[in-house]
């Protein structure tokens, strides 16, 4: 993960967000109490408590005239599959009813028999087009939001690296199909990594990795008996390096950018440079996160508290190579950004504050201070007074930083089921915090909630603000101090 291999790209500036995710289904309701229950796809939506009203609960919910037609539609369509399948007819109609069939049954909150559908649609598709054919792609997507229900996480990632290797089949490297392709896949890594590393009921992240792994991948098995494995368990086989101590998911992430940065050629545009150079950023940012978080709830384990791979973990040197890292990138972006023609001045001040924020959230004041500094300057030079830039920078919400990070229970991270318009939230918590001039919440108070959820979510969402460094309120790029600041953050899952 070496930021020095970005390579310059042409100077053309434009946005290339495609979803890959086909969201039918905005209407997925949601369980009421999830106190015993998995909440891996939690994420909170928070407004000011004073537009509060602006949101009401279950906005996405399945009317009654929509479910009664879903309920009405699949024994129809399951009559017009059956008739085909007794004729033996593998033929693009097929396919049609039972990804329309899968649809519906998703509308339902069927999902176990959704997944049925769509695997057989997909089936199908493969028969008539072909092992590697695209057709499949549509209904293993959509598939995904089934899965995401059950909280089938090793499935989802099992077809995401299909379609990443299918598209990679049918794509150049420096096509638009594989940037898109590529940010898919990345995203879902690191939104699997926060689910079952901060959100499930087992934690995955005390310990990173297990006696067993280590054995195998050092003596080749368990065959060294006890002695052995407790020699494993405290670290003491051998020095325990930085790379074993990092997420699977989190190292793939890495290979997949250094593979995508070897593909640039003249067909990549700058935002796709500078979106992967934010996204190294954030990658190394992970471990700061995880630091941060195993200070903040500390599991005794056996095998690997007070261990070497504990201090691996929470080392001075781990932290500061995720800071060195992220910095070259977002250093990267900056030079990138200042020496593109056509780039607007807002693109450059965002450049700059992103490198502040990331100074800020490693504590660094100082830093983070000239920074905010010159992305003020680069506005003033623009003949923008400093009030107005304080109104432009302050965020109706309180902004997390850095901006390039993901956190553990937002949207970011909610799989396809953030990506629906119009989620249907099923409570929410009313909170009230100061931000000081370091970014971190203090005084943080619960005002009230709507009752219906529980103190695992609770608990979350206090670690969450508790974990979250913010861009405090600027005053002519100077760091100030904010609050009492009362939100209202809803919650899905």
């Known amino acids: 993960m070496n930021s020095s291999n970005l390579e310059s790209s042409k100077r053309s500036f434009?946005?290339?967000?495609?979803?890959?995710?086909?969201?039918?289904?905005?209407?997925?309701?949601?369980?009421?109490?999830?106190?015993?229950?998995?909440?891996?796809?939690?994420?909170?939506?928070?407004?000011?408590?004073?537009?509060?009203?602006?949101?009401?609960?279950?906005?996405?919910?399945?009317?009654?005239?929509?479910?009664?037609?879903?309920?009405?539609?699949?024994?129809?369509?399951?009559?017009?599959?059956?008739?085909?399948?007794?004729?033996?007819?593998?033929?693009?109609?097929?396919?049609?009813?039972?990804?329309?069939?899968?649809?519906?049954?998703?509308?339902?909150?069927?999902?176990?028999?959704?997944?049925?559908?769509?695997?057989?649609?997909?089936?199908?598709a493969i028969e008539i087009y072909g092992e590697n054919s695209l057709q499949q792609a549509p209904m293993l997507e959509q598939s995904i939001i089934s899965h995401l229900k059950l909280n089938n996480i090793s499935e989802i990632t099992d077809i995401e690296e299909f379609l990443y290797t299918l598209k990679a089949e049918h794509y150049s490297a420096d096509s638009a199909e594989m940037y898109s392709a590529m940010t898919n896949l990345a995203d879902w890594y690191s939104s699997s990594y926060f689910k079952q590393g901060y959100l499930s009921l087992n934690p995955g992240f005390i310990p990173r990795v297990t006696?067993?792994?280590?054995?195998?991948?050092?003596?080749?098995?368990?065959e060294g008996g006890g002695e052995s494995l407790n020699a494993i368990g405290n670290g003491n086989i051998r020095n325990v390096s930085i790379n074993d101590v990092i997420d699977l998911r989190l190292r793939k992430l890495e290979n997949l950018y250094e593979d995508y940065q070897a593909s640039y050629t003249s067909n990549t545009t700058l935002s796709m440079v500078v979106d992967v150079a934010r996204r190294i950023a954030r990658l190394s940012y992970h471990a700061e996160q995880e630091m941060d978080y195993e200070r903040e709830i500390n599991v005794f384990d056996a095998n690997y508290t007070d261990s070497r791979e504990e201090a691996v973990r929470n080392s001075d040197q781990r932290r500061d190579e995720s800071y060195d890292v992220g910095k070259v990138a977002l250093e990267y972006v900056v030079n990138l950004v200042q020496s593109a023609e056509g780039v607007g001045v807002q693109?450059?001040?965002?450049?700059?504050?992103?490198?502040?924020?990331?100074?800020?959230?490693?504590?660094?004041?100082?830093?983070?201070?000239?920074?905010?500094?010159?992305?003020?300057?680069?506005?003033?030079d623009e003949g923008y007074d400093d009030a107005s830039i304080d109104t432009v920078l302050t965020a109706a919400v309180p902004v997390a930083i850095p901006r390039v990070g993901n956190f553990p229970a937002t949207q970011q991270t909610s799989g396809s089921l953030g990506l629906i318009p119009n989620p249907n939230y099923t409570g929410y918590i009313d909170v009230?915090?100061?931000?000081?001039?370091?970014?971190?919440?203090?005084?943080?108070?619960?005002?009230?909630?709507?009752?219906?959820?529980?103190?695992?979510?609770?608990?979350?969402?206090?670690?969450?603000?508790?974990?979250?460094?913010?861009?405090?309120?600027?005053?002519?790029?100077?760091?100030?101090?904010?609050?009492?600041?009362?939100?209202?953050?809803?919650?899905?899952?």
Not at 211 to 222: A, D, K, P, T
Not at 352 to 377: F, H, K, N, S, T
């Open 211 to 222: 006696s067993s792994q280590r054995v195998s991948r050092q003596i080749g098995g368990l």
């Open 14 to 124: 434009r946005n290339l967000v495609c979803i890959i995710f086909t969201v039918h289904v905005t209407f997925i309701s949601l369980p009421i109490n999830a106190q015993n229950d998995e909440i891996i796809n939690l994420f909170f939506t928070p407004v000011p408590l004073s537009q509060a009203n602006l949101i009401s609960l279950n906005a996405g919910g399945l009317s009654e005239l929509d479910r009664q037609s879903a309920t009405d539609a699949i024994p129809r369509i399951q009559a017009e599959v059956s008739a085909l399948e007794q004729e033996s007819l593998e033929e693009p109609e097929l396919i049609t009813l039972l990804s329309t069939l899968g649809v519906a049954q998703q509308a339902l909150e069927l999902h176990e028999e959704a997944i049925t559908s769509f695997n057989k649609a997909t089936d199908i």
């Open 432 to 493: 009230s915090f100061f931000i000081n001039e370091q970014g971190n919440a203090d005084d943080i108070t619960i005002l009230g909630s709507s009752g219906v959820e529980n103190s695992r979510i609770q608990t979350i969402l206090e670690s969450q603000l508790d974990l979250t460094k913010f861009r405090p309120v600027l005053r002519a790029g100077n760091l100030a101090a904010q609050g009492p600041v009362e939100y209202r953050y809803y919650f899905s899952y």
């Open 347 to 380: 693109q450059a001040a965002i450049a700059l504050l992103d490198m502040a924020d990331w100074e800020l959230a490693y504590g660094r004041v100082a830093p983070a201070q000239e920074g905010y500094q010159a992305a003020y300057q680069v506005l003033r």
